[in-house]
Nanobody, 123 residues
Framework: QVQPVESGGGLAQAGDSLKISCVVS????????VGWFRQAPGKEREFVAA????????LYGDAVTGRFAISSDDAKNTVFLRMNRLRPEDTAVYFC????????????????WGQGTQVTVSA
């Protein structure tokens, strides 16, 4: 069973940096990419970033382009999201999800989802 597990969330101040991780346990060679999404209270789920396991493809959401960086460690089945110059509007639960095809920001394209990790940014 493929199961993404997020970690590393917490509290930060505006302008700080934070790095969160996603370990995809049970990953098979069918898994092609991982995406990060976030959801704030009362808002819809928003695409943050995605990466293919071979590192060839990456994609960022408009709200984080230039501030966040996604990377992967194929040998450790782990994807990282480095969040720089954090803003209060980045406050949300961050989810990672695994896909067998390149799905980019397309939510239904992801088959397996983690439980999320909370990131809270104060002004």
């Amino acid at each position: 069973q493929v199961q993404p597990v997020e970690s590393g969330g917490g509290l930060a101040q505006a302008g700080d940096s934070l790095k969160i991780s996603c370990v995809v346990s049970g990953r098979t060679r069918d898994e092609y990419a991982v995406g990060w999404f976030r959801q704030a209270p009362g808002k819809e789920r928003e695409f943050v970033a995605a990466i293919s396991w071979n590192g060839v493809q990456t994609l960022y959401g408009d709200a984080v382009t230039g501030r966040f960086a996604i990377s992967s460690d194929d040998a450790k089945n782990t994807v990282f999201l480095r969040m720089n110059r954090l803003r209060p509007e980045d406050t949300a639960v961050y989810f990672c999800a695994s896909a067998i095809n390149w799905s980019g920001s397309y939510v239904p394209g992801y088959q397996y989802w983690g439980q999320g990790t909370q990131v809270t940014v104060s002004a």
